[in-house]
């Protein structure tokens, strides 16, 4: 243990640890870092870097100085994005999920409307085949439809204010009674 001591004060720089002698001062240059800096006077001059004005013109000596002009200017690049295709999903009567492929169609068009000021429309429709119903059930079965399209989107990304709804109730356009119809507003 005393000898643990000794060696670990003898390599911390203690004199007393080593017998009471101090080390020797050093004599020669010292190697490693830090470096020793070269004078100026032993540095290299640069070189003189000729102008970039071709000889011959009538430009003053503050021309002839500033750098020259760049021969072109590059464009921002533009994100060109493909036009927005319309969708639509046709449903069972009385449901109102969608299947996981319309779920993927709506993923593939939030990726398209993230980060744009494009907007959507979403229709939807129902009640067109039970007699029974009235044209109030099917608003709110297509408002119910159209709200879960809208959450869908809103979920993946999409603003809010991106979005426009209309739940018509029974289609009067010979379209598929109960569907979605999803297509982009134009600015």
Do not use: C
């Amino acid at each position: 243990m005393v000898r643990i001591f000794i060696t670990a004060a003898i390599l911390l720089g203690f004199p007393a640890a080593a017998g009471g002698q101090t080390p020797a001062a050093q004599q020669d240059e010292p190697v490693g870092w830090p470096l020793k800096k070269a004078k100026a006077k032993d540095a290299p001059l640069p070189e003189k870097i000729p102008p970039l004005v071709p000889s011959g013109t009538d430009e003053g000596p503050e021309k002839q100085n500033s750098p020259p002009a760049r021969p072109f200017e590059v464009a921002p690049l533009e994100i060109i994005r493909p036009p927005i295709s319309p969708l639509r999903f046709v449903y069972p009567q009385n449901y109102i999920a969608f299947t996981v492929q319309e779920g993927e169609a709506l993923s593939k068009l939030a990726l398209r409307l993230i980060g744009t000021e494009d907007r959507i429309l979403i229709t939807a429709y129902a009640g067109g085949d039970n007699a029974a119903s009235s044209n109030n059930d099917a608003v709110k079965l297509s408002f119910r439809r159209a709200l879960i399209v809208r959450g869908f989107l809103i979920e993946e990304g999409v603003l809010p204010e991106q979005i426009d709804l209309k739940a018509l109730g029974v289609a009067g356009d010979g379209g598929p009674e109960e569907r979605v119809d999803i297509r982009p507003i134009s600015p």
